[in-house]
């Protein structure tokens, strides 16, 4: 029977990614509370390397797309407004160089920065907190959301608040892209403008805060027709939550999507086809 | 019969990871391989087992790393050749072998709240409707293999936690009680605090690990954050019991 020491064994299965943590002289005390310390042999840093990397870049997208460059790259060309300007804010008060998407960020922002499911996403892939499953986190203590600054999560119901506002707004502005100078149309960026509108109304309306809000907080769904009626519309919203992490994906992918094409059919890097020919 | 090579940890917390080639047949589980190991080779291993069905909760361990229960992960999975390490759960006191000591979760039974239901009607019963008590049922799934507990961070990572945090297994014993549509004390503002739920950053590895699939992040966890915002960060809420309106829990 061959007998091997317990850090041995986690050495070699790190090996395995061609990782090395430490060096053989030191590894008896130093791996035993280290980072990424685990027996597990899948490909648990997968998922939270590619959700990091998603987020990263469309951090990165939307800041130089709506906040750094809003003023100097159209975000406007017929009938369609990127969502990240929607509902415009026209002023000659404030200075060209501040965009008008950061009056209407400070909403999506908030409440994706507080939503349940991209704390789980950005806690895993960023604070590392824990990177996956069942593996050590670098850490040394931990406390969670019950002290500052993390305790701030619990804003998240007024953010939702927030994000309600823009539902109607952005189906606003979807049924909008169908009208263009006097005529009735339709065009490639009307579909993708109602299908931002439809994905983040998923998103939105299956938010955990607004599950609580119209039934979750009941502990009776019985007593009155009122109640009754709240049931159902948990248990709407509950099939929405289900899947929440489908939609804030999707959501969140599409409304970047939206802003780049509005921005390439203003640049006349492609052509918007639709029923009422060019827009220039 | 294909051959796995099983490391299986041996003795306590200054034990070691003992090398076994162990025969075995595309149908089993683990726990199979385990007791032939056992009747074979090694007739000291201490592993804890009941039911052999996943109903029981006892044979909680971690394979390859993965908190698991033995009778439900399948041989199938693998090929022969394969290294399978099968260790205790970590987050508990290590007794031997693969058995660790979970009293501290009795303790925590013990300290979260019970069931107190309401004044009788008038009649002398209680009445509710199927359609309230449908969500605690859920939790009424829950086998105590306590991989919840042994799985999550905030007490895997930092034992020095465990006065202040229940874990996930109670959150659901809370979340039972607190939705109860008969309860009358844990319903109470306050009544949630103390126990750790804001220690919890929702990383769902309770619900990954779960062998009766109890939805225990979004059922369970965040319904209950919600509640204790509710009481603690909701001004518009605060208003309204003030003035009476809004609170018909």
């Not at chain 1, 049931?231 to 939206?258: C, E, P, Q, R």
């Not at chain 2, 399948?74 to 660790?100: E, H, Q, W, Y």
């Not at chain 2, 804001?198 to 769902?204: A, H, L, Q, R």
Request: a neutral charge.
């Amino acid at each position: 029977m061959k007998v091997i020491n317990k850090n041995q064994f986690i050495i070699t299965y790190f090996n395995l990614y061609g990782v090395k943590l430490v060096t053989q002289s030191t590894q008896e005390e130093s791996l035993l509370n280290r980072y990424g310390k685990t027996l597990r042999t899948d490909r648990w840093w997968f998922e939270p390397l590619l959700v990091g990397i998603g987020l990263f870049l469309f951090i990165m997208y939307s800041t130089v797309s709506a906040a750094i460059l809003g003023n100097y790259w159209s975000y406007e060309i017929g009938p369609y407004l990127s969502p990240f300007f929607e509902p415009l804010f026209y002023t000659d008060v404030i200075p060209k160089w501040v965009s008008p998407a950061i009056f209407i960020l400070w909403a999506p922002l908030s409440f994706r920065m507080t939503c349940y499911y991209y704390r789980r996403a950005y806690y895993r892939s960023y604070f590392l907190s824990p990177p996956a499953c069942a593996v050590r986190e670098p850490a040394n203590s931990y406390a969670g959301e019950s002290t500052v600054p993390l305790i701030v999560q619990n804003i998240h119901r007024f953010a939702m608040y927030g994000a309600l506002i823009f539902v109607p707004i952005l189906w606003n502005g979807a049924i909008r892209s169908f009208y263009w100078e006097g005529e009735i149309g339709i065009g490639v960026g009307s579909l993708i403008l109602t299908l931002n509108a439809f994905l983040l109304s998923g998103y939105t309306l299956g938010c955990h805060s607004f599950r609580h809000l119209v039934g979750g907080g009941l502990n009776s769904f019985t007593g009155s027709k009122y109640q009754v009626i709240r049931k159902k519309v948990w248990d709407m919203v509950s099939s929405l939550n289900a899947h929440h992490k489908k939609w804030a994906w999707s959501s969140l992918i599409i409304v970047g999507f939206s802003d780049l094409y509005v921005h390439m059919v203003a640049a006349e890097w492609i052509v918007d086809f639709n029923t009422w020919g060019s827009f220039f | 019969m294909p051959i796995v090579e099983l490391k299986v940890w041996r003795g306590g917390d200054d034990g070691e990871y003992q090398t076994f080639h162990v025969e075995y047949d595309e149908g089993e589980v683990i726990l199979d391989v385990v007791h032939r190991l056992q009747s074979t080779q090694a007739q000291d291993l201490a592993v804890r087992w009941n039911c052999k069905a996943g109903k029981c909760g006892s044979c909680s361990a971690e394979v390859n790393g993965k908190p698991s229960l033995m009778c439900m992960t399948r041989m199938i999975n693998f090929t022969s050749g394969d290294v399978i390490a099968i260790s205790p759960m970590k987050t508990f006191p290590l007794i031997k072998d693969l058995v660790t000591d979970v009293a501290w979760n009795y303790e925590n039974a013990r300290k979260v709240p019970h069931f107190k239901p309401k004044e009788r009607d008038a009649d002398g019963k209680h009445r509710m409707m199927q359609i309230d008590i449908e969500r605690g049922q859920e939790f009424h799934q829950c086998i105590e293999c306590y991989l919840c507990q042994n799985v999550c961070h905030v007490i895997r990572d930092h034992p020095e936690n465990k006065e202040n945090f229940v874990g996930p297994r109670f959150f659901i014993q809370m979340a039972q009680v607190n939705m109860h549509p008969l309860e009358s004390v844990s319903q109470k503002p306050d009544a949630l605090e103390g126990y750790g739920l804001d220690y919890c950053n929702i990383t769902k590895c309770c619900t990954d690990v779960c062998p009766a699939g109890i939805k225990i992040t979004d059922n369970a966890i965040i319904p209950l954050k919600e509640r204790l915002i509710d009481d603690k960060f909701d001004p518009l809420r605060w208003l309204g019991r003030k003035i009476k309106i809004g609170n018909s829990k």
